[in-house]
């Protein structure tokens, strides 16, 4: 009876010390990334995983910098994916003219810098596979 109380309670600070050790969250790996619109980098561009089973997974983000190149975002800035098959859609925009503007013109956003079909995770041809280990993607947009 006293081995058995003393196994439970063995198991049970494991249970503790296992629980405390993380975030909580499903595990995450680091996603990197580039992102090119025929053969140039795209500046300034929203890239978004979205999970090709969207009742599982979390969507992961990030945001292009001047070079076309991106880290992903679950979670917390910066901690990347879950490992899974991602549809993949990507945001960006053509700076507004201001001419335009004043004549009420050009919405608010600018135009769309590439092809709507990459807006959303129906219709974009993009994919992903973040795998169990850091994952780089060079993601190809074009005409």
Not at 42 to 51: I, N, S, T
């Amino acid at each position: 009876m006293l081995i058995a109380r003393r196994c439970l309670t063995l198991i049970g600070l494991s249970c503790l010390l296992l629980s405390s050790c993380g975030d909580g969250k499903p595990r995450r790996v680091p996603v990197n990334g580039t992102v090119l619109y025929n053969g140039q980098p795209l500046p300034g561009g929203d890239v978004v995983f979205v999970p090709a089973d969207l009742n599982t997974g979390f969507r992961a983000r990030g945001k292009a910098d001047a070079e076309g190149q991106f880290s992903l975002t679950t979670f917390s800035e910066g901690d990347g994916a879950i490992p899974g098959e991602y549809k993949v859609t990507v945001f960006a925009y053509r700076p507004r003219d201001p001419k335009l503007d004043a004549d009420m013109i050009a919405p608010r956003v600018g135009f769309p810098a590439v092809p709507k079909k990459y807006f959303d995770h129906q219709t974009t041809d993009l994919t992903a596979t973040v795998n169990d280990e850091p994952t780089v993607v060079q993601l190809q947009l074009k005409d």
